[in-house]
Structures are given as structure tokens and as C-alpha cells.
């Protein structure tokens, strides 16, 4: 099988599509498309497996000076810092396939600082994991993206509903993640010493709160800065901690393993050859300002808040609601379950979502998410969370998982969509403003009572949904513009009228330059 070959057009003279490759493949090469597609979301699985049951763990093991938070605040301020200036440098220099196993190496230390915690190990390991995010995620988008791409030209089917399929199937097993870093570090918390004792303190807190007015503190009236002596916060013996550790960094390894070996290099579907800006020559300081001009465009102006929003609601789910309602009404020894309620029914949600964009569309699916958040985030400002219903804690969660689905798959696949051309700075812009919301959720978190935190919540998601609606407004306008521009004969069309045609960013030559050979 030839999968990568080149088949330059001599015929076009000084023609831009005489510098481009063109793409052979077969119809077969579709199942090894498939292949690499599980391939980059089990490496994922297994890679988060790692950092979301740490990440998770925290502000509980390192509560002591607040130096979980702050180790997780480093994370994403040297994640934004990252999406800027890293991943297009990155992925130009490494190619997509080495620019995941490097970057994924980069959360190794910080999982190795939970044997000896302390700022000066934490805060860099942080930094470095941050600084190393940036460019796997972009690299991991581009390579979904473009595979995508191939897969919908060999099977003759919307490029934009194979690529949102692929989202919904990587999220998937990237959601499950969730469960499995929950389940390791509650099986080894819960068989040792720290266990027992959890659970007697968290009946004892619960009873408690039961009886007296313990509960009052808790859910849209819980304020981290009253509640700060907490007893479920002891630190579990090291033992235990360092056995969830080794686990977690043998993970990473895994991961990394995978990807290396395992997974095609995009090459094979054309890296080089698309008119984008990593097959340009271009100076490194054009390359570090791509996800600036990036910026300049419309679309992605409109498209940050919503954006912001999904940082914020995951810091939510993660670090506001397992604190203010589950930890302080039920114990801390709940978190874990509750959280794999989150992340099963997430998952499930993922896939679901990416297959049903192609029979409902994009928007009915976001107006959902949007529906079923608003409503989360107005319940919980009235709910006071109580041990005798203990059933809503998991319902909240679920659907809290259901909404997360809907930005997760729905919001990467739009970035895809729109801006083709430029994946790279497209996605870079999706980390930085997520993790712009991650950072000012983090920010708040020990300063703000957990009402003020859902009142912002709300604030962003219902401006994000205007920006939203106005980007999907211009892209019929833009849509039906473009089609009846396409209708003019070629000889008719002003120069005007080719410059539109030739800047639309969801213009990707790609689909052009696979040429499908048959058996």
C-alpha cells in the first residue's frame, strides 16, 4: 500500500497547486485511519488516567499551605503562556506524532514531585506540564482534524460530521479517564489506614452536619476561608500516596510509549503539503505570532467567552462542587465516587454527541448544553445539599457531565470546522482561552463563597452563547455568499470575488490533493 506518496503537478506552471503533494491512499486505508484514531485516544486515556486522578487529589494531600491549588494555578498560567507562543513553533519543528510523545513526557515530573512535595518541586514540575500541554493538544487536534479530513474524502461523506465523530470518539475515552484516576486513588486510599478513618470522619461530619447547623455552610453558602479547618482534609499516610504515584507515573510512561510506537506520523496524510502555516517557510517569530493573527479573526474573537466558559465549568465540577457540596455535606470519601458518575456519563455523552451532530446538527446540541448548565448552575444556587439525598449529588454530576459533552465535542469540532486552514493557531486559541477560564476559576476559588462563583458562572455562558449565535449567524451569510460566488463562471468573477473565495479559512486544499486509488 502506498499510504504517503507524492505526485507533484508539473502541468500548472508557476500555479501555488504545482508546489503542493498530492496525497495517494486507498480505499483500505480508511481501517488504518480508524486504527490511529484509537491509537492517539488510548495514549490520551491512559496519559489523564494519570493527571486528572492527581490533579483530583490536590487540594486534599497537598492542603497545606494551599500548595495543591497552587501547583494547579502554575499549570494553566504556564499554559496560557504556552498556547501563545509554543505549539505552532512546536509542531513545525518536531511534527505532530514527536510533538505528542515530548509533550506528554512533560507531565512526568509533576507526577513524580508527589513523592517529595514541596514549592520549589511542585510549582517548576507544574510549569514544565503546562508549558508541554499547549503543544500536545494542539498537535492532538490537528491530528484528529486531519485525519478526519482524509477519512471523509475516501468515504465520500461531510468532511465536518467525520470530524466532530472523531472528537465525540476520542473524548470518549479521554472522559473515562475520569473513572479509572478516580477508582486507583479511591481503592488504595480506601484499603489502608487513612481509609477507615475517612470514612468514620466523613459519618461522623455527616451526622453532625445532620444534626446541627454544619449544613447551613454548605453548597451556594460554603465559603472556603470559614470552612478551613476542615478535618477531612488530613493528609493520608505517604505510603498510600506514593503507591497512587508510582501507578500514575508508570501511566505516563505507557502513554508515551504508545504514541511512539503505535501511532502512524502525519506525513503519511500530507503534514507538509497543505497551504497552511506549518508547511510555510516562515521565520520562527511569524510562526510564535500565529495565534495572534489568529486573533484577529471574527470568528475566534466571538467564539473566547464560550470558550472561557468551558475552562471555568470544568474547575468547577472539579474543584467548587466536590468541595462546597459533596465534601462538606456527605465527606470527602465521596468525592471520588460522585466524580466517576461525572466522567462515565461524560464519556458516554461524547460519543453519543459526535454521532448524532450529523442527524440534529451543531446548534440544537449546543442549545442543549447550554440548557442543561443553566439549569445545573440556578439549582444549585437554591439546593442545600443534605446526606439524605444523596442520589441528587450523582444526578447533578451526570448532568454536569452531559453539558461538559456538549462543549467538549461540539466546540473542538466547530474550531476544526472554521478554521482548517490554520488548525494549529485554531486550536492554540481553544487551550489559551480554556485555560484563561481555568486560571480565573482557580484565581477566585479561596476568595469568593461558592454563590458568587455560580453568578459568574452564569454570567460568562450566557454571554459566551451570544457570541456563539452571532458566529453561526455569519457562517450562513458567509455559506450562501460563497455558493453563489462559486456559481459565477471563473472568467466572470472579479478580483474581489476570487480573493473571498481563495481566503475562506475553511478552504483547506487537502480535499483537493487526496487522490483515492482503488484496489
Same mark, same amino acid.
Not at 512546536?90 to 510533538?99: F, H, Q
Not at 486544499?509 to 484496489?519: A, K, P, S, Y
Given at each position: 500500500?502506498?499510504?504517503?506518496?507524492?505526485?507533484?503537478?508539473?502541468?500548472?506552471?508557476?500555479?501555488?497547486?504545482?508546489?503542493?503533494?498530492?496525497?495517494?491512499?486507498?480505499?483500505?486505508?480508511?481501517?488504518r485511519i480508524l486504527k490511529n484514531i484509537i491509537m492517539v485516544s488510548v495514549a490520551f486515556?491512559?496519559?489523564?488516567?494519570?493527571?486528572?486522578?492527581?490533579?483530583?487529589?490536590?487540594?486534599?494531600?497537598?492542603?497545606?499551605?494551599?500548595?495543591?491549588?497552587?501547583?494547579?494555578?502554575?499549570?494553566?498560567?504556564?499554559?496560557?503562556?504556552?498556547?501563545?507562543?509554543?505549539?505552532?513553533?512546536?509542531?513545525?519543528?518536531?511534527?505532530?506524532?514527536?510533538?505528542?510523545?515530548?509533550?506528554?513526557?512533560?507531565?512526568?515530573?509533576?507526577?513524580a514531585s508527589q513523592f517529595y512535595p514541596k514549592f520549589y518541586t511542585l510549582i517548576p514540575?507544574?510549569?514544565?506540564?503546562?508549558?508541554?500541554?499547549?503543544?500536545?493538544?494542539?498537535?492532538?487536534?490537528?491530528?484528529?482534524?486531519?485525519?478526519?479530513?482524509?477519512?471523509?474524502?475516501?468515504?465520500?461523506?461531510?468532511?465536518?460530521?467525520?470530524?466532530?465523530?472523531?472528537?465525540?470518539?476520542?473524548?470518549?475515552?479521554?472522559?473515562?479517564?475520569?473513572?479509572?484516576?478516580?477508582?486507583?486513588?479511591?481503592?488504595?486510599?480506601?484499603?489502608?489506614?487513612?481509609?477507615?478513618?475517612?470514612?468514620?470522619?466523613?459519618?461522623?461530619?455527616?451526622?453532625?452536619?445532620?444534626?446541627?447547623?454544619?449544613?447551613?455552610?454548605?453548597?451556594?453558602?460554603?465559603?472556603?476561608?470559614?470552612?478551613?479547618?476542615?478535618?477531612?482534609?488530613?493528609?493520608?499516610?505517604?505510603?498510600?500516596?506514593?503507591?497512587?504515584?508510582? *501507578? +500514575? $507515573?508508570?501511566?505516563?510512561?505507557?502513554?508515551?510509549?504508545?504514541?511512539? %510506537? &503505535?501511532?502512524?506520523?502525519?506525513?503519511?496524510? @500530507?503534514?507538509?503539503?497543505?497551504?497552511?502555516?506549518?508547511?510555510?517557510?516562515?521565520?520562527?517569530?511569524?510562526?510564535?505570532?500565529?495565534?495572534?493573527?489568529?486573533?484577529?479573526?471574527?470568528?475566534?474573537?466571538?467564539?473566547?467567552?464560550?470558550?472561557?466558559?468551558?475552562?471555568?465549568?470544568?474547575?468547577?465540577?472539579?474543584?467548587?462542587?466536590?468541595?462546597?457540596?459533596?465534601?462538606?455535606?456527605?465527606?470527602?470519601?465521596?468525592?471520588?465516587?460522585?466524580?466517576?458518575?461525572?466522567?462515565?456519563?461524560?464519556?458516554?455523552?461524547?460519543?453519543?454527541?459526535?454521532?448524532?451532530?450529523?442527524?440534529?446538527?451543531?446548534?440544537?446540541?449546543?442549545?442543549?448544553?447550554?440548557?442543561?448548565?443553566?439549569?445545573?448552575? *440556578? +439549582? $444549585?444556587?437554591?439546593?442545600?445539599?443534605?446526606?439524605?439525598?444523596?442520589? %441528587? &449529588?450523582?444526578?447533578?454530576?451526570?448532568?454536569? @457531565?452531559?453539558?461538559?459533552?456538549?462543549?467538549?465535542?461540539?466546540?473542538?469540532?466547530?474550531?476544526?470546522?472554521?478554521?482548517?486552514?490554520?488548525?494549529?493557531?485554531?486550536?492554540?486559541?481553544?487551550?489559551?482561552?480554556?485555560?484563561?477560564?481555568?486560571?480565573?476559576?482557580?484565581?477566585?476559588?479561596?476568595?469568593?463563597?461558592?454563590?458568587?462563583?455560580?453568578?459568574?458562572?452564569?454570567?460568562?455562558?450566557?454571554?459566551?452563547?451570544?457570541?456563539?449565535?452571532?458566529?453561526?449567524?455569519?457562517?450562513?451569510?458567509?455559506?450562501?455568499?460563497?455558493?453563489?460566488?462559486?456559481?459565477?463562471?471563473?472568467?466572470?468573477?472579479?478580483?474581489?470575488?476570487?480573493?473571498?473565495?481563495?481566503?475562506?479559512?475553511?478552504?483547506?486544499?487537502?480535499?483537493?490533493?487526496?487522490?483515492?486509488?482503488?484496489?
Open positions: 500500500m502506498h499510504g504517503g506518496g507524492v505526485d507533484t503537478d508539473k502541468h500548472n506552471g508557476a500555479d501555488s497547486a504545482s508546489l503542493r503533494e498530492k496525497v495517494k491512499l486507498r480505499r483500505g486505508e480508511k481501517w486515556m491512559v496519559q489523564f488516567t494519570a493527571f486528572q486522578g492527581t490533579a483530583n487529589l490536590q487540594s486534599s494531600i497537598n492542603a497545606k499551605e494551599g500548595l495543591g491549588t497552587v501547583s494547579l494555578s502554575a499549570i494553566y498560567a504556564a499554559l496560557v503562556v504556552s498556547c501563545i507562543f509554543l505549539p505552532t513553533l512546536v509542531i513545525r519543528k518536531l511534527t505532530v506524532k514527536w510533538t505528542l510523545c515530548v509533550s506528554m513526557l512533560c507531565y512526568a515530573p509533576y507526577i514540575a507544574g510549569i514544565l506540564l503546562g508549558l508541554g500541554a499547549a503543544p500536545m493538544w494542539a498537535s492532538k487536534a490537528t491530528y484528529l482534524t486531519q485525519l478526519g479530513q482524509v477519512y471523509a474524502k475516501l468515504t465520500d461523506q461531510p468532511v465536518e460530521a467525520i470530524i466532530v465523530r472523531f472528537f465525540g470518539f476520542f473524548f470518549l475515552a479521554w472522559q473515562t479517564a475520569e473513572l479509572w484516576g478516580n477508582l486507583i486513588s479511591s481503592l488504595v486510599l480506601s484499603s489502608g489506614a487513612h481509609g477507615a478513618a475517612a470514612t468514620v470522619d466523613g459519618s461522623d461530619n455527616g451526622t453532625s452536619a445532620h444534626n446541627g447547623p454544619n449544613l447551613d455552610s454548605c453548597g451556594a453558602n460554603f465559603c472556603v476561608v470559614e470552612t478551613s479547618d476542615n478535618a477531612n482534609l488530613q493528609r493520608p499516610p505517604d505510603s498510600e500516596i506514593f503507591e497512587i504515584s508510582a *501507578i +500514575y $507515573l508508570s501511566c505516563i510512561i505507557a502513554a508515551v510509549i504508545i504514541v511512539a %510506537v &503505535f501511532l502512524d506520523p502525519l506525513s503519511r496524510y @500530507g503534514e507538509r503539503r497543505r497551504g497552511s502555516i506549518s508547511a510555510t517557510e516562515i521565520s520562527g517569530m511569524q510562526l510564535l505570532s500565529a495565534t495572534f493573527k489568529q486573533l484577529k479573526k471574527a470568528n475566534q474573537q466571538l467564539l473566547i467567552l464560550i470558550t472561557v466558559f468551558i475552562g471555568m465549568e470544568q474547575a468547577f465540577i472539579g474543584a467548587d462542587f466536590t468541595q462546597a457540596y459533596v465534601s462538606c455535606a456527605l465527606g470527602i470519601h465521596q468525592i471520588g465516587y460522585v466524580m466517576i458518575c461525572f466522567g462515565v456519563v461524560n464519556a458516554i455523552c461524547s460519543i453519543i454527541f459526535g454521532s448524532a451532530m450529523k442527524y440534529i446538527g451543531r446548534v440544537v446540541i449546543i442549545i442543549l448544553g447550554a440548557i442543561v448548565h443553566g439549569g445545573c448552575i *440556578i +439549582y $444549585l444556587l437554591y439546593w442545600r445539599p443534605h446526606p439524605d439525598h444523596q442520589i %441528587v &449529588f450523582f444526578i447533578l454530576s451526570g448532568l454536569w @457531565g452531559i453539558g461538559d459533552a456538549v462543549w467538549q465535542t461540539q466546540i473542538n469540532g466547530l474550531y476544526g470546522a472554521l478554521f482548517r486552514r490554520n488548525k494549529e493557531a485554531a486550536f492554540s486559541n481553544y487551550r489559551l482561552w480554556e485555560s484563561v477560564g481555568f486560571v480565573i476559576a482557580y484565581a477566585y476559588s479561596t476568595n469568593l463563597c461558592a454563590r458568587m462563583k455560580l453568578y459568574l458562572l452564569f454570567g460568562v455562558l450566557v454571554c459566551g452563547m451570544v457570541g456563539y449565535t452571532i458566529v453561526e449567524i455569519r457562517q450562513l451569510k458567509k455559506e450562501k455568499r460563497l455558493k453563489e460566488l462559486e456559481e459565477i463562471p471563473k472568467q466572470q468573477q472579479t478580483d474581489a470575488d476570487r480573493k473571498a473565495i481563495e481566503d475562506d479559512d475553511e478552504k483547506d486544499e487537502l480535499e483537493e490533493d487526496i487522490v483515492v486509488t482503488h484496489l
